[in-house]
Structures are given as structure tokens and as C-alpha cells.
């Protein structure tokens, strides 16, 4: 159980495009699903919580007019990078958490890899 | 401010050797929940373990022992007789108390068991 599916699992796009990322709660319901980015033998860096039915919380420092995160059911939360850039090529995981408690522990995707030429 | 600390950025070890992957973190929290995952070069994070800041018993799961220690504020990660099947990064994470959904993760230690 907790299975947490992202797809696509790697996406090559030109620059100045936008990408749409999906992440999925395959067997339970999340309120809350967690955006992060992770840079090439670094560690996650947390870039939104996505809330179910109102608008994500950005971390500083992260442009909320480029990366837009949309929760429209308790399963599916969506990351879109727009007008990409080659800067923006990177690692992003989603995550949820199978409960809403919050020690209950994060279950990830399989993460997208994004490449932006 | 809530900290998680990997000193260890990379570790190499030969097949059948235990390895032990530090983890020291920093918190107000009196309430707090500490994390480790494993993540495989295909990329995808795999939980490990879950302990809760009231219960400092060790565990062990097989090959898998955790120590956490409050005095010292760490939850090192033991693998015994380790594989290559092992070779991965390791990340420790820290959630804060009640109402605090983030988590803080460490930068990670990449661990290479060699044949």
C-alpha cells in the first residue's frame, strides 16, 4: 500500500516550453502532497506543499509564476514548469503522506528528470 | 531552526563489512520525528524507519539496526554484512512537532559496497 506513482519518469524538453508533471496517490487519499528538487549528488529541497482544493505554500525563494502545483483531487496534484529553462533541469519528487498525521512518514515517487535544452 | 547534519558524504566499503552512517540533528522541538530513506541509483526514495523522539530503543530490521540517542542528538544507521545491493544514498529526515508537515532532510551519504 502507499504507493505513490509520478509520471513521466523523464522528459526532455527546448527551452522556453512548459512541462507538466503529475503525481498520483495510487491507493490512499492526500490532502497534502509535497514538491521537491533535487540537484545532481545533492540532497531535496522542498519547493511547495500542494493542498488539496486551495492554493500550494511555496518555500522561499521558489517562483510561484513558474512553477504552478494544482491539487484537484485528493489523488492528483500536478507540477507545471513553465517556459523552461536550462537552469530548470533537475530531479523532482512528489510525495505524500498515506496519513494526515504528521509523523506519518512521507511515501515518494519515482521522481521525474527533467532536461531542459 | 531544525537542522539534520550527514558528515559522511561518501562511503565505500567491501562486500560483508557493517557500515555505520551518522546522522546528527538539531531541534526545539520537543516532539519530533526522525526519518531514514534509501535512494537507489534508479532514483525513487524508499522509507526505512519512522522513531519518534519518546522512544530511544534501538531497532533492528535483518541486516538493519538504528541507534538513536537523544544526549547526543543523533539516529545512526548500521548495515551488517552489507551488499552491493546496499549501494545507494541514504538520507536522514527530520519532522518537527505537531503542525509542522516538513520535512528536513540532511544532505545525504552515498554508500558503495564493493564486490
Known amino acids: 500500500g502507499a504507493v505513490v506513482s509520478q509520471h513521466p519518469s523523464w522528459v526532455i524538453c527546448k527551452s522556453g516550453t512548459s512541462v507538466k508533471i503529475e503525481c498520483r496517490s495510487l491507493?490512499?487519499?492526500?490532502?497534502?502532497m509535497f514538491w521537491y528538487r533535487q540537484f545532481p549528488k545533492q540532497s531535496l529541497m522542498l519547493m511547495a506543499t500542494s493542498n488539496e482544493g486551495s492554493k500550494a505554500t511555496y518555500e522561499q525563494g521558489v517562483e510561484k509564476d513558474k512553477f504552478l502545483i494544482n491539487h484537484a483531487s485528493l489523488t492528483l496534484s500536478t507540477l507545471t514548469v513553465t517556459s523552461a529553462h536550462p537552469e530548470d533541469s533537475s530531479f523532482y519528487i512528489c510525495?505524500?503522506?498515506?496519513?494526515?498525521?504528521?509523523?506519518?512518514?512521507?511515501?515518494f515517487g519515482n521522481g521525474t528528470r527533467l532536461t531542459v535544452t | 531552526a531544525q537542522k539534520v547534519t550527514q558528515a559522511q558524504t561518501e562511503i565505500s566499503v567491501v562486500e560483508k563489512e557493517d557500515v555505520t552512517l551518522d546522522c546528527v540533528y538539531e531541534?526545539?522541538?520537543?516532539?519530533?520525528?526522525l526519518f531514514w530513506y534509501k535512494q537507489p541509483p534508479s532514483g525513487e526514495l524508499v522509507f526505512l524507519i519512522r522513531r519518534n523522539s519518546f522512544d530511544e530503543q534501538n531497532e533492528i530490521s535483518g541486516r538493519y539496526s538504528w541507534n538513536f540517542q537523544k544526549s547526543t542528538s543523533s539516529f545512526n544507521f548500521t548495515i551488517t554484512a552489507s551488499q552491493v545491493v546496499d549501494s545507494a544514498v541514504y538520507f536522514c529526515a527530520l519532522s518537527g512537532g505537531a503542525g509542522t508537515y516538513k520535512y528536513i532532510f540532511g544532505t545525504g551519504t552515498r554508500l558503495k559496497v564493493l564486490a
Open positions: 531541534t526545539r522541538d520537543t516532539t519530533y520525528y
Open positions: 510525495s505524500a503522506r498515506y496519513q494526515s498525521s504528521y509523523n506519518s512518514p512521507l511515501h
Open positions: 491507493d490512499f487519499q492526500a490532502t497534502t
